[in-house]
């Protein structure tokens, strides 16, 4: 910068805003953020928010001040997206647009307080109308749940009482914890005997104390309790290193897991909550029928069929979601997730942030996330992220398969169930022994490949909710074909099988046959009713095999699937809600060696089959809480 340039810009009066803009166009972004910072004894960014509507509104897309730049750069400012990814001012610098939301707070530095406001009053009226109306009255719980989340976070916006309170809290929890770890529990043996004792009450507790109904004898509940205990033994003798186990995260996350169980198959409050998730999500999927009809007709947008159920569900769907990733509405529920079970299960933040995503984007996009530290997690850390998502099933083919008249509660609720869960199982079968590099943050990192994503960027809404249609074209069609594919793979082996047992005098020798006997003391350690056991199994052996897809299918319009009662159900239900199959496996090498850059197909190889077995440990005993938890099943089962 020149000096006669410095000159004038250091005795610019405040309110010469032309004469300001015209030095502007003439220096660089750093000279220019620090001559502001001097000139209005101010940081410029507050500056600019207040002074900035002064300018033609072509100049204000041109302003190369640091912070915004980094804003624009990150999608950050309250939601992604929506700026150019590249400007070239007058002087040649390359700079980024300011986004949509960067150049409201710009032109309207009051924006927020009025759309809070705005918010505030909708919620309220909203909220009031249930509450006075008679015929609404009765659906109080959660919208009154809704609206006291907004309204308190809303208030905090403004009044800074709940920080000290919470200020005050942590003070409280860690002179409490101090004292226990310091005066009462002082070697780690006895904390971790206490909170395995906290574990086994609980469960004991909330297993055996409630009545017996038709469908939840305690003997029954006994045999899903042993089986719990049977997997997480069978986890400890088979770990790869034993002694390197920390069993704060195990212990943590099955506790977890086992309260999730209690509050929704326990509780209304728990229900009535699941109940509006599930009922979102089928409403969501009748929206994309209408899409269906419109191509066809009403008519076939209601057959029960794969073609015109899961797959429009889910390309409609992972658009849907696309819309809410450009605002970072997705990116910022993942971060919330990703720091509670940070905190509370002590995983590094790679793995809090894949197994807090992996229910609602999947393994792959889950994945995606962190994939600038993908060739630098540990063994350990590669592990978790399989088993994460082995473990459940993604938001894109939950809506699918409540299409199929599955119970929506016992969806959702085995979904959340494995995140605690995925996390317990893998560190037991595999723990940590190395440092991570994401160890004590939670963050989604920027990528290598930032500059060609940011072109790729979409730069409104319109054109995020293309990108996301095509996308969602892309995964509907690769479901179908490998559905395909892998269907007619097994009933090649099938054939073969059953022409060799033709031989035997076992005509019906199939994948699905050896493995149902298998799996039968499986079944049995479920807590599924005797008679029962082999059908269930069989659900189980098909879920492997091929998919999760094949095994609901069965379970709702095949007999004698679809005759069982409602505890086998429900036990087969949540049994067969994870991705731990076959076709899941080469889905999982192939996303992770392209993330990886076939860097760590190694490690990834030596793995995953081990963290395919975790992931359905995994849904096998969240099967088996429920057996343990259930009791009025008139709501789950039809």
């Known amino acids: ?16 805003i032309s004469s300001t803009a015209s030095i502007i166009e003439a220096v660089s972004d750093s000279e220019l953020v620090e001559k502001t910072k001097d000139m209005y004894n101010r940081p410029a960014k507050i500056d600019l928010e207040m ?7 072509g100049e204000q897309d041109q302003v190369t001040i640091r912070e915004l730049s980094k804003e624009s750069t990150s999608g950050g400012g309250g939601g992604g997206g929506g700026g150019n990814s590249e400007y070239n001012s007058n002087d040649g610098a390359v700079t980024p647009h300011l986004s ?17 406001i705005f918010l505030g009053c909708f919620f309220t009226s909203w909220w009031l109308s249930i509450v006075i109306q008679e015929k609404h009255r009765h659906q109080w719980l959660i919208p009154t749940v809704i609206w006291g989340m907004i309204m308190v976070r809303l208030i905090t916006f403004y009044c800074r009482i709940l920080n000290w309170i919470l200020k005050y809290a942590k003070l409280v929890w860690d002179y409490a914890t101090d004292f226990i770890y310091i005066k009462v529990l002082k070697q780690r043996y006895q904390r971790l005997l206490a909170g395995a004792a906290i574990l086994i009450s609980v469960v004991l507790l909330g297993t055996f104390i409630p009545a017996e109904t038709e ?82 007709n009403q008519e076939i947008a209601h057959f029960p069929y794969f073609f015109f159920t899961v797959l429009p569900a889910v390309a ?32 590094s933040g790679a793995e809090a942030m894949t197994a807090a995503a992996s229910p609602f984007i999947g393994i792959g996009e889950s994945a995606i996330l962190i994939k600038d530290l993908m060739p630098y997690l540990t063994k350990a850390e590669l592990h978790q992220i399989m088993t994460s998502g ?3 099933i993604s938001g894109a083919v939950l809506v699918g398969y409540i299409g199929l ?13 494995s995140i605690p869960a995925s996390l317990a199982v893998s560190k037991l079968r595999y723990p940590e022994t190395e440092i991570p590099v994401s160890s004590g943050k939670v963050m989604i990192p920027k990528c290598e490949q930032a500059e060609s994503d940011e072109k790729n960027k979409p730069h409104n809404v319109l054109q995020a909710f293309s990108d996301g249609a095509t996308l969602g074209l892309r995964i509907a069609g690769t479901m179908m074909i490998q559905c395909m594919c892998i269907i007619g793979l097994v009933a090649l082996c099938n054939g073969i099988l059953t022409w060799f047992g033709n031989y035997w005098n076992i005509h019906q020798l199939t994948l699905e046959l ?15 009713p005797r008679n029962e056991i082999l059908i269930v199994t069989k659900l189980i052996a098909y879920k492997f095999i091929q998919n999760e897809y094949v095994a609901y299918n069965l379970l709702m319009t095949s007999a004698p699937y679809n005759e069982m009662s409602s505890r086998g159900k429900l036990i087969a239900t949540y049994a067969c809600c994870g991705f731990a199959n076959l076709g899941s496996l080469g889905i999982t090498l192939g996303v992770l060696n392209t993330l990886t850059n076939n860097s760590r197909t190694k490690d990834i190889t030596s793995s995953i089959m081990s963290s395919l077995f975790c992931g359905g440990i995994t849904t096998l005993i969240s099967a088996a809480i429920s057996g343990m938890v259930m009791h009025d099943l008139s709501k789950f089962i039809q």
């Not at 149902?516 to 599924?528: K, Q, V």
């Open 514 to 528: 050896m493995l149902s006997y298998l799996f039968y003391p499986i079944g049995f350690l479920l807590g599924t």
């Open 51 to 57: 002074n900035k509507e002064k300018l033609p509104f």
């Open 390 to 392: 082995f473990s459940t």
């Open 100 to 116: 949509f939301w960067q150049r409201m707070k710009i032109r309207f530095p009051w924006y927020k307080i009025a759309f809070h």
């Open 405 to 417: 008249g599955l119970s929506p509660q016992a969806l959702v609720s085995s979904c959340v169930m």
């Open 316 to 347: 409609f769907f992972v658009a849907f979601v696309h819309i809410w990733y450009y605002f970072g509405v997705i990116q910022w529920a993942i971060r919330k997730f990703a720091f509670f079970f940070f905190w509370t299960l002590r995983v």
């Open 1 to 16: 910068m020149s000096t006669p340039q410095a000159h004038q810009l250091q005795h610019a009066e405040p309110n010469n």
């Open 215 to 296: 469908f939840s004898k305690r003997k029954d509940r006994a045999v899903s309790f042993f089986g719990c205990i049977v997997a997480v033994f069978g986890l400890f003798v088979t770990s790869k290193n034993p002694s390197k186990i920390q069993w704060n995260t195990v212990i943590g996350g099955l506790l977890m897991q086992f309260i999730v169980a209690i509050f929704v198959l326990r509780t209304k409050c728990g229900y009535d909550i699941f109940n509006f998730i599930s009922t979102l999500a089928r409403e969501l999927l009748g929206f994309s029928k209408d899409g269906v009809a419109f191509l066809l």
